[in-house]
Every structure is written in structure tokens, then in C-alpha cells.
């Protein structure tokens, strides 16, 4: 059963067959659609005397029209329809779905081609929807994750991201968007980087970061990201506790750490290709050790 159908089937309180429950808990907005769900039951009409409230409303519409000038009734309407539509909005940018969806697992990178040719190459434990069937019509695609965009010239190319939205023409960028972290670099051409009700202009050689809600920006120097270049990932000052997790992202594990300041300030690298070499790399400078147990990696002080 089409995505579509599934969810439409769901919506009406419809019984899901054990296979179709399965392929409902596997779509990506489920957690959204329960949320959702949960938050509709609390809902309920009020209790209300149709009666005793008749004789309420002659009196309060007899004062109105009484004080009320007549275009008070058009402003009234206008309203109601204004929320009326906002509410229509809000319903389908929960439930529409993209009919096509690129994933990333764990130390896997892959370059996905657009319909207008673009070029998109994920990093690990990344993914990418879009609309292929009205793609000519509205070039635009969420992000969770990091990608690198080579994007052909042609109408705005949108990127949305739960941070903010990304918007170029035909440009070389790269957007990492993972928990609470987000980066724009641009690499050629101009792009434009809208969070909330800031936009900043970032060109060839600029890089925007946001960081506890504050925009910081700075240069670079590098023609394309480092982790598609080299297959590496680089960090200059960088919290210690944003490398270990970017190490968890590339090689799929769980890092703990026992008596180790996650803040203190770390720059280098580590490579993406071999656990135990990335591990040394991150390590040895910090004078630290570390043990392997399955997916399960802990750090200690020597």
C-alpha cells in the first residue's frame, strides 16, 4: 500500500492489517502522526444549553448591531478565514509526504543525482526527501544530517533543515545539521541562510555556525568539505564532546567517558575508514585510552 494510502487509511480510524502496522511504525513522521494523534484527543466540544444560550446571543447581537459598524461583520469573517487557512497549513506540512527518500547508515557516504542533474553526496547517518514528481515545478528537499550540494543553475533550490532553511540558484555548498549543531558553508557561487526571522548572504569562502542560538560566521579556506575530500573529519578548537560525537555518527557506536572534561578544546582529525586509527587520533593528544566492548567505546585518563 502506497505511503498515502496508508496514512489516509490511519487518519479515518480505519483497522490496520499486522502488516500494514508495521509499514505505518517504519515512516519517518510516525512519532509526529501519534504526537498528533494524542494531542486531537484532548480536544472535546463544551458542554453547551442551546436553550439557555439562545436568548444570550439575541442580546449580545442586538448590542453589537447597536455599536458596531457594518464592516466590523466582513473584518470578523476575514479573520475566522485567515485562522481558517493557517490551520489548513499547519495540517498538511505535518502530513504531506515526499515520495522519494535517500538514507545514510552508519560509515556509509553516498552521492544521490537529482532530476535537474543536481548533485548531492551524503555523509554518514544522513538522509534526504524530496518530490521527484513535482521537482520541475519546486526544486526543494528537507535535510537531517550532513550533505555536500552541487547544485545545477535553474529555479531556487531550497534546503529545509529543523534549524533553518538554505536557498541558492546554482551553487557548491555544504550543510551539517545534526542535534544541536548547524553549519552552512559555501564553496562557490551565493547562498542565502534563513534562521527564523534572520537571513544571512554567505559567499564563496564564508561558513555560518549556530551556536546556543547565536550566528557566528568565519572563513575558509578549503575547496570542498574535508570529509568528502579526504574522507576525514576536521576540527579546529572544537568542544570535545562534539568530537565525540561526530566519531559516533561515522562508525555507528556508542562513546562513554569516565573523568574526562567534554569542553576542553580540541583541533585535528580523525579518518572515517578505520575505527582504531580514528581512535588513536583522538586520543594520543589527549593523553587518554580507551576500550572496545562490541558497539560500545569508553575513554579514560591514563
Known amino acids: 500500500m502506497k505511503k498515502k494510502d496508508l496514512i489516509k487509511k490511519w487518519l479515518n480510524n480505519e483497522q490496520l492489517t499486522k502488516h500494514e502496522s508495521q509499514a505505518f511504525e517504519k515512516l519517518d513522521a510516525y512519532d509526529s502522526y501519534l504526537k498528533i494523534s494524542e494531542t486531537?484527543?484532548?480536544?472535546?466540544?463544551?458542554d453547551y444549553d442551546i436553550t439557555g444560550n439562545q436568548e444570550i446571543l439575541k442580546q449580545k447581537l442586538s448590542e453589537r448591531k447597536r455599536i458596531t459598524p457594518?464592516?466590523?461583520?466582513?473584518?470578523?469573517?476575514?479573520?475566522?478565514?485567515?485562522?481558517?487557512?493557517?490551520?489548513?497549513g499547519l495540517y498538511f506540512s505535518f502530513f504531506k509526504e515526499y515520495d522519494t527518500t535517500i538514507d545514510t547508515i552508519a560509515s556509509q557516504?553516498?552521492?544521490?543525482?537529482?532530476?535537474?542533474?543536481?548533485?548531492?553526496?551524503?555523509?554518514?547517518?544522513?538522509?534526504?526527501s524530496y518530490d521527484k514528481e513535482n521537482w520541475d515545478?519546486?526544486?526543494?528537499?528537507?535535510?537531517?544530517?550532513?550533505?555536500?550540494?552541487?547544485?545545477?543553475?535553474?529555479k531556487k533550490f531550497d534546503?529545509?533543515?529543523p534549524s533553518g532553511v538554505v536557498s541558492v540558484i546554482g551553487t557548491q555548498f555544504n550543510i551539517k545539521?545534526?542535534?544541536?549543531?548547524?553549519?552552512?558553508?559555501?564553496?562557490?557561487?551565493?547562498?542565502?541562510?534563513?534562521?527564523?526571522?534572520?537571513?544571512?548572504?554567505?559567499?564563496?569562502?564564508?561558513?555560518?555556525?549556530?551556536?546556543?542560538?547565536?550566528i557566528k560566521e568565519k572563513k575558509i579556506t578549503d575547496k570542498e568539505p574535508i570529509w568528502y575530500s579526504s574522507n576525514k573529519s576536521y576540527f579546529q578548537e572544537t568542544p570535545f564532546i562534539r568530537v565525540l560525537k561526530e566519531l559516533e555518527w561515522q562508525y555507528g557506536v556508542t562513546i562513554k567517558t569516565k573523568n574526562i572534561d567534554h569542553s576542553i578544546l580540541f583541533t585535528g582529525n580523525f579518518v572515517h575508514s578505520?575505527?582504531?586509527?580514528?581512535?588513536?587520533?583522538?586520543?594520543?593528544?589527549?593523553r587518554l585510552k580507551y576500550v572496545i566492548n562490541n558497539k560500545t567505546v569508553t575513554l579514560y585518563k591514563e
Not at 486531537?40 to 463544551?46: D, H, I, N, Q, W
Open 177 to 214: 545539521q545534526r542535534d544541536d549543531i548547524f553549519e552552512v558553508t559555501c564553496y562557490e557561487g551565493v547562498v542565502s541562510v534563513t534562521i527564523a526571522d534572520q537571513t544571512k548572504y554567505l559567499k564563496a569562502g564564508d561558513a555560518l555556525e549556530l551556536v546556543a542560538a547565536q
Open 274 to 286: 578505520d575505527i582504531q586509527n580514528a581512535l588513536k587520533a583522538i586520543t594520543i593528544p589527549m
Open 40 to 46: 486531537a484527543k484532548k480536544f472535546s466540544a463544551p
Open 109 to 128: 557516504k553516498t552521492t544521490h543525482e537529482l532530476p535537474d542533474k543536481s548533485i548531492i553526496n551524503l555523509n554518514a547517518l544522513s538522509s534526504i
Open 70 to 88: 457594518k464592516n466590523s461583520y466582513r473584518k470578523t469573517f476575514l479573520r475566522i478565514a485567515a485562522v481558517f487557512v493557517l490551520g489548513l
Open 137 to 154: 515545478d519546486e526544486r526543494k528537499l528537507s535535510l537531517k544530517g550532513e550533505a555536500y550540494f552541487n547544485v545545477a543553475k535553474g
Open 159 to 161: 534546503v529545509y533543515t
